[in-house]
């Protein structure tokens, strides 16, 4: 692979870097040669085989951190964006017992603040099975979901009912067998 320039300020720039350091060196557009400068830190250059003079009004320095960023900024064009904005703090985690009757089950509850609001996270459970329910309340919103991944509600609960704070009750129940 040849030597890559870069076109930025109307003057070629190629790009170097070793270790944590980086230079970058102005060529003349037009000839592709490189710019004769009286020192490398230099606002303007002068191609020797037109004698044009380039001024470029930039230190090289601040183009090759600047070549660096932007080069650097391709390969992150198809990172995964994760919002950490949104991230749910848990503010309380505690672990329900059942009665002895029902020890078959198990049931642990959180409480999550995020910029949604306050979440009821509740994990149901049969001992000894792979599958659980996890059910959301989000008690600001009134909305009751479940995660769609794990076993509905219905295969564990008769029925459910979620109590908000303004009176709003939302009811997930199972199918009548008799029906």
């Known amino acids: 692979m040849g ?9 070629y720039w190629q790009y170097l870097k070793q270790g944590y350091g980086h230079w970058a060196i102005p060529f003349c557009p037009v000839h592709r040669m490189e710019l004769s400068r009286r020192s490398v830190d230099s606002l303007y250059g002068i191609c020797e085989e037109c004698k044009k003079s380039y001024y470029y009004n930039i230190d090289p320095k ?13 390969s992150y064009q198809d990172a995964e964006i994760i919002s950490i904005d949104g ?6 985690k505690t672990r329900l017992r059942i009665p002895e009757e029902n020890e078959e ?7 999550n603040k995020s910029d949604k609001g306050r979440q ?14 996890q059910l959301f309340a ?35 129940k199972a ?3 008799n029906t």
């Open 105 to 111: 089950y198990w049931i642990e509850a959180r409480l």
């Open 62 to 74: 601040k183009v090759a951190d600047y070549l660096g960023r932007k080069l650097s900024s391709k």
């Open 120 to 133: 009821l996270v509740v994990y149901v459970g049969e001992k000894g099975s792979i599958g659980k329910v």
């Open 175 to 177: 199918p009548d067998k």
């Open 3 to 11: 030597v890559t320039l870069y076109e930025y300020k109307e003057v």
């Open 138 to 172: 989000n008690i600001d919103q009134e909305k009751l979901s479940f995660d769609h991944k794990d076993r509905k509600p219905e295969e564990v609960f008769a029925m459910l009912t979620a109590s908000f704070p303004t009176g709003k009750k939302i009811t997930i």
């Open 87 to 92: 991230i749910q703090t848990p503010q309380l």
